[in-house]
């Protein structure tokens, strides 16, 4: 690799200089600002197809040229990227097989980004040789740090080519008509297939209730995009491997499984805009550490802040200006959980279209004075003095599984619920209590090794893949604890339901068996007593819950929680079971958040889950540490508009950001980072 960025912490944002190609004046002004605000790198080329091929097959690389030697003249590295995610007008003109068609299969006219056609053989070798061009222009130039693909990879095409390369898939893995037709259980209404053409994508007016079908095409258009990108990665390293290379990811997108990336992508990269006080700012913080915390996961190792907005967006409900404070209190918050860059878009805001009022270092004024630019540059002088966290890493002990596949088949399942399952919003509940014990978390699918925690958490394990079922015997057997929750072990990996007991092939392990479940409208609750406690002693008394409420059977487990209204009251509704050397929880419903702070409060004091200190935050504060073999920073973080007093964090803390004494008492200002570090030699 050409670069592993763990020598310094990145600092710069998307640049369109073809956009002011007609004022060099601008480019001037623009090269000084980067200096000033301590931008160290800019990603560049992602829109700018129709500048560097205006003409089938007349290339103008002069202008990218002058714009990587002076940028490189300046101190400010390159991310240049493929251009495939807006395709010329010429390129849609002569080639229509290019656009996308819709569910519908009505055919795009041309327009937008990602209008286009993953499986088109035209496209893929248009976008094969402008990359080939790009590397050989550019790969050796000493600028040129990573290869930026493309531009938020996402959408899918229902064109004839794209039918064809779906059967081809199905075939492939079904091998023949019949399994398919006995996975999809298609023998419902009348479905069965006796040929392999009489096969298509689903539609709104045409087959969209068979959910075995439904799964697999979003399975498909996961799989098609990244052999797309993985063809976009052979034209760039055909001659020059050394270049790492990334794909921008997005928050908490549903289209793609981006852990199936992870082997192709060099490093992970994510867009980050969150809605900063749209609600309390510790929620929406929780919710944007969930996905820092995932994106480090996918790879088990630091990530880069690809995008990010230093004040509003303009495509969100409302642009709301971050408050003073939050941009550097956000941009350390990725930093906190993982991130070797903070970037943004945009670095100066366009004149026209539809993003000329969106966010960005640089505003229509031009001004270094605005109050933007003076935290941009604040920041960028702070991650400069940070530059020892990029060789650090983050070490979890605790795993918390949030699967794309499982997540697919559960919001398709038609129940027990239909509008809320609430998959994310049971597992973010799990990762809050434990964000805010001051544990790290990793994020783990079906497909990931998990013996080597200590926790593993697995809400709403509804579907049963890649043998996951086996690794999770396999772990408690070894001495490990799993929670496990409601819906769990119910179909295969093909959404077809298990017969026998559930969960499948994990009721000895549980200790429960499930034998059916309630679904609760909007406005009901119910209530779990506890009637017996753990050894920690915090789980106590009785907890509110809603949405879903299991029906379950005790084999072996020990009643630690009761229901205690409806035709079930008395009947179990939280469990313990001892397996093996290990243990597992069962959760038969979907808790208020107390009930998940007491719970994994006993269950890190009994199993001396380390912390990041063993301090206790005040509400709206959390902690995060990364170390490498010689120190540890410690991220103390104030999501709220008020100081807070932070209890003493012990003689051995230094401050970095602010001459402070952590061997005392202390306070936080509102919206503040503290970043202290320790040896550890």
């Known amino acids: ?88 007008a010429w390129l849609a003109q002569k080639y229509p097989e290019v656009l996308r068609v819709s569910a519908n299969r009505q055919r795009n006219l041309f327009g937008a980004r990602h209008n286009h056609c993953y499986t088109s053989p035209v496209y893929r070798q248009k976008i094969q040789e402008i990359n080939r061009r790009l590397a050989e222009r550019y790969a050796k130039h000493p600028a040129v740090k990573l290869w930026h693909l493309s531009n938020e990879y996402g959408g899918e095409c229902h064109c004839d080519l794209c039918q064809a390369a779906f059967r081809g898939w199905l075939q492939q893995k079904y091998g ?5 037709n006995e996975q999809w259980w298609t023998t419902f209404w009348s479905h069965k297939y006796t040929d392999w053409s009489q096969i298509d994508s689903p539609a709104p007016h045409g087959e969209n209730a068979v959910h075995g079908m439904n799964l697999d095409w979003k399975r498909f258009v996961s799989d098609q995009t990244l052999d797309f990108m993985q063809h976009e990665i052979q034209a760039l390293k055909v001659s020059h491997p050394e270049i790492p290379v990334t794909t921008n990811f997005m928050y908490y997108f549903d289209g793609l499984n981006y852990f199936k990336f992870k082997d192709s992508v060099d490093i992970v990269s994510w867009d980050n805009y969150p809605t900063w006080h749209k609600k309390d700012d510790i929620d929406i913080a929780i919710d944007t550490a969930m996905w820092h915390d995932m994106m480090r996961s996918i790879k088990r190792q630091p990530f880069l802040l690809m995008e990010s907005s230093p004040s509003s967006t303009n495509w969100q409900s409302v642009s709301k200006l971050k408050k003073p404070g939050m941009h550097i209190l956000s941009s350390m918050q990725a930093v906190a959980h993982g991130s070797n860059s903070v970037q943004y878009f945009q670095w100066r805001k366009s004149r026209g279209s539809s993003e000329k009022f969106h966010g960005a270092v640089v505003s229509h004024d031009g001004s270094p004075n605005t109050r933007v630019f003076q935290e941009v540059s604040q920041l960028g002088s702070l991650l400069a003095e940070l530059s020892g966290v990029a060789s650090t890493e983050m070490d979890a002990e605790v795993a918390v599984v949030y699967d794309w596949e499982n997540k697919w088949a559960i919001e398709d399942s038609q129940g027990p619920r239909n509008i809320g399952m609430g998959y994310k919003e049971e597992v973010q509940a799990h990762y809050r209590a434990l964000l805010e014990q001051g544990l790290t978390v990793d994020f783990v699918d079906m497909e990931c090794d998990i013996d080597n925690y200590k926790l593993v958490v697995a809400p709403m394990l509804y579907m049963q893949r890649a043998g996951f079922e086996q690794k999770l015997r396999h772990f408690v057997e070894q001495g490990g604890t799993l929670v496990m929750t409601y819906w769990s072990g119910i179909v295969n990996e093909n959404d077809l339901v298990h017969l026998g007991d559930a969960p499948h092939q994990l009721t000895d392990i549980a200790g429960v068996i499930s034998e059916e479940i309630d ?45 205690t209204d409806d035709f079930y009251a008395g009947n179990p509704v939280v469990t313990r079971n001892q397996y093996g050397s290990g243990q597992t ?97």
């Open 1 to 88: 690799m050409k670069t592993n960025f763990r020598d310094r912490l990145l600092h710069g944002a998307d640049y369109n200089p073809e956009q002011w190609l007609h004022d060099p004046e601008v480019f001037k002004q623009d090269l000084d600002l980067m200096q000033k605000s301590g931008s160290n790198v800019m990603s560049i080329g992602m829109f700018s197809w129709a500048m560097l091929e205006p003409e089938e097959g007349k290339f103008q690389f002069e202008w990218m040229d002058e714009v990587i030697d002076r940028l490189y003249e300046h101190g400010v590295s390159v991310f240049l990227s493929t251009p495939s995610g807006a395709r010329p």
């Open 585 to 681: 929880y069962y959760i038969g419903s979907h808790f208020e958040q107390k009930f998940y702070d007491d719970l994994y409060l006993d269950l890190m004091q009994q199993l001396t889950l380390k912390r990041a200190v063993d301090v206790d935050m005040p509400e709206g504060v959390y902690v995060t540490t990364r170390e490498n073999t010689e120190e540890q920073y410690l991220f103390v973080q104030n999501f709220t508009s008020e100081a807070k007093s932070i209890p003493a964090l012990g003689a051995e803390w230094s401050a970095v950001t602010r001459d402070t004494d952590l061997n005392d008492e202390w306070t936080a200002a509102p919206f503040e980072v503290l970043v202290a570090k320790r040896s550890l030699a």
């Open 519 to 563: 679904g609760l409208y909007d406005h009901e609750h119910n209530s779990g007593r506890v009637t017996q406690q753990l050894e920690g002693q915090a789980l106590a008394g009785e907890y509110t819950c809603s949405m879903l409420c299991d029906q379950i059977h005790l084999q072996g487990a020990e009643v630690l929680m009761t229901y």
């Open 176 to 180: 023949t008509i019949d399994h398919l």
